[in-house]
């Protein structure tokens, strides 16, 4: 009776005329429904069983037809079906492997809740079910810094916070806890971690890296994996699929080199600094078996990585040694294109597809145009430019990871874990990971703040009260947002849930920082406004004018001033460190700003380091622990603690 009962809505019939007349229309309609009806309508929960046209990856490819196989290297972005001549049965028709959701990409725009997401990835996958194999479809999302873009999901600090918190088994805990809200939405697949180790805090996906040491992000990286994939790579249908990004030396291009963003530049290194800088947290990501690696827009010495087959097929996936005795990585998982990447290879898309898949590309994120991409890709095959080993090969890869996850067998959201998403226990996570997150820069005998006191304190910045600013980029949007974007709690709100005495009288100001008031201190919280990848590129590394103004107005203005700065890095703030008497690094990310208030108050003392050298000026980027930087404002490894 599905068809029947996701027709009737149709016809304008409430709920409970439904269950009356669906008994009258049952022989009239199913006959009519099953004709011309989708499987399965957005709000339905389809069944829980299936049964797939083939057994194991090796029977699956055996059975395939060129445009089933066509079909399972091609990734899709969910918008891309609503687009003119597109429709979301192209699915079954183009026999479509997998399925994103890009920045921003939810059920009807941005954010959506769990179980609005859940519909939504189920509904895709009633469609791929539907073909001659039924073989599942993959959806995919960047769940960067928790299940980012849901509303009401729990959000963690990015990276660069999960990093300076020098704690592995708590980003396992984070990343379990991600686990299970994408599964909740019914994702199976997500996009990180990151594993990059940046060396240019002027580029824009910075906080996408846990440290600019290379040892650090092999660790932190592989707790993530674990946290996604289970011990081991185990999978199954209680965990995801992570992927290690970007492959490789995304975060090492030289300045200037990218167009239009550093992004895409290239990486004027050679093979020895690449093994040493670069290779060393992928070595980690596939010694914990994780599932995928996605590729870097970035090119080394001047030719693409979406277009290097001795980085792909031979570094990556090969065996053996590379001439200085480093060994390659023997991955067995499979290869995903970054977005329309392969597009930036040339001018020509029919070279672009060949090169790509040869150099060893298993899945093509298209994202929009893929019926040209499939069709190109029938055309190279059948040219001969594209042998059908390496077709073979790519797409027993995909589906090996898909027998992995429990998709043949579980192909829908186990609606289990879908009311846990952004749950009062998830949320304790996040709590402390934002606490052992914070570094703290300066401390004059002010911090921990006393509960119980008698004094005045003065709230202000414009990230004080703003939640979209405090998360920073990729969060519910691409770019991010401001103001109530989602389920949190600001450090203003968390400020008045402190626990605190009558005796401490809070004054809030906001933005409003030229008023005539006075306190004993003051928190000023100000920041880097939120930014995604290239539109965070920065050649000044510096804090707004307006920023510098608000720090200004409340620190003259108190006796003790506090400023809270968060930022996807290191930024130029040798003025307001002057200003201030205590200097807190939050960075970006996380949806609890009571992890905050925890340390400012002393219930938990600050216990964050950097993992990123802190720059005296801009000119001196690159500045880093590998390349002989001296004179920074902060070192690698620096943060007072305890008081």
């Not at 597809?353 to 060893?360: F, H, L």
């Not at 920023?547 to 203005?557: G, I, K, L, Q, Y």
Request: charged content about 15%; glycine content about 12%; hydrophobic content about 35%.
């Amino acid at each position: 009776m599905q068809s029947v009962r996701s027709f009737l809505p149709r016809l304008g019939l409430r709920p409970t005329r439904i269950i009356l007349v669906t008994a009258l229309l049952s022989t009239v309609l199913v006959v009519f429904a099953q004709a011309v009806l989708p499987v399965h309508a957005a709000h339905a929960r389809p069944a829980a069983t299936f049964t797939a046209g083939c057994i194991s990856p090796s029977d699956c490819v055996s059975k395939m037809t060129l445009p089933e196989k066509e079909g399972q290297m091609t990734q899709v972005e969910k918008n891309a079906f609503t687009q003119s001549g597109n429709s979301i049965s192209d699915i079954t028709t183009y026999f479509i492997g997998s399925v994103l959701s890009g920045g921003g990409g939810g059920p009807n725009g941005a954010g959506g809740t769990a179980t609005q997401w859940a519909d939504m990835v189920d509904n895709f996958q009633s469609y791929a079910l539907k073909t001659r194999l039924g073989i599942p479809l993959i959806y995919g999302a960047d769940a960067v810094h928790g299940h980012n873009n849901v509303y009401g999901a729990t959000l963690f600090p990015h990276n660069i916070g999960l990093g300076a918190m020098h704690d592995p088994a708590l980003i396992t805990q984070v990343e379990q806890v991600t686990r299970d809200e994408v599964l909740g939405t019914g994702v199976r697949w997500t996009f990180a971690p990151c594993v990059c180790t940046p060396q240019d805090i002027r580029w824009g996906r910075t906080y996408e890296g846990y440290s600019e040491v290379p040892s650090d992000n092999s660790t932190d990286g592989a707790a993530a994996i674990v946290g996604f994939q289970g011990s081991n790579g185990a999978l199954g249908t209680s965990n995801i699929l992570a992927t290690a990004k970007h492959f490789i030396g995304d975060g090492h291009t030289a300045w200037g080199t990218g167009s239009p963003y550093l992004n895409e530049g290239d990486d004027q290194i050679t093979e020895q600094q690449l093994d040493t800088i670069d290779l060393p947290p992928y070595q980690a990501a596939v010694n914990n078996k994780v599932g995928s690696v996605m590729i870097s827009y970035s090119s080394w010495n001047g030719l693409k990585d979406h277009a290097n087959q001795y980085l792909i097929s031979t570094k990556l996936k090969g065996t053996g040694t590379d001439s200085y005795g480093t060994p390659n990585l023997d991955f067995q998982g499979f290869v995903v294109s970054d977005w329309q990447a392969i597009d930036q290879i040339s001018s020509d898309y029919n070279y672009d597809v060949r090169t790509a898949i040869n150099a060893g590309i298993d899945m093509v994120m298209v994202p929009d145009k893929y019926k040209t991409f499939i069709s190109t890709l029938d055309t190279e095959i059948k040219a001969g430019n594209i042998p059908m080993t390496r077709i073979d090969d790519a797409v027993t890869r995909i589906l090996t990871a898909k027998f992995a996850v429990g998709l043949f067998t579980q192909p829908y959201t186990d609606r289990s874990y879908t009311p846990n998403v952004g749950s009062a226990a998830h949320r304790a996570v996040a709590r402390q990971a934002e606490r052992e997150s914070l570094v703290l820069l300066k401390n004059n005998s002010v911090l921990p703040l006393s509960k119980t006191g008698s004094y005045t304190l003065v709230v202000g910045g414009d990230h004080a009260n703003n939640l979209g600013y405090q998360l920073g980029g990729w969060s519910i949007t691409w770019q991010g947002g401001s103001g109530t974007t989602t389920v949190g709690t600001t450090l203003w709100q968390a400020i008045q849930q402190a626990g605190l005495s009558s005796s401490v009288k809070l004054k809030f100001v906001g933005t409003q920082t030229k008023g005539h008031y006075t306190g004993d201190v003051g928190i000023v919280a100000v920041g880097e406004t939120p930014y995604a990848e290239g539109n965070g590129d920065t050649n000044t590394l510096a804090l707004s004018s307006t920023d510098a103004t608000e720090v200004s107005d409340v620190c003259s203005r108190v006796t003790k001033c506090i400023v809270v700065l968060f930022s996807g890095r290191p930024i130029i703030i040798n003025t307001q460190l002057n200003q201030s008497s205590a200097f807190v690094a939050a960075w970006i990310g996380s949806t609890e700003g009571e992890g905050i208030t925890d340390v400012l108050f002393g219930d938990y003392g600050f216990s964050g380091k950097l993992t990123y050298t802190w720059p005296n000026s801009v000119s001196q980027e690159p500045c880093n622990q590998n390349n002989g930087c001296t004179g920074a404002l902060f070192s690698y490894g620096y943060g007072i603690t305890p008081f």
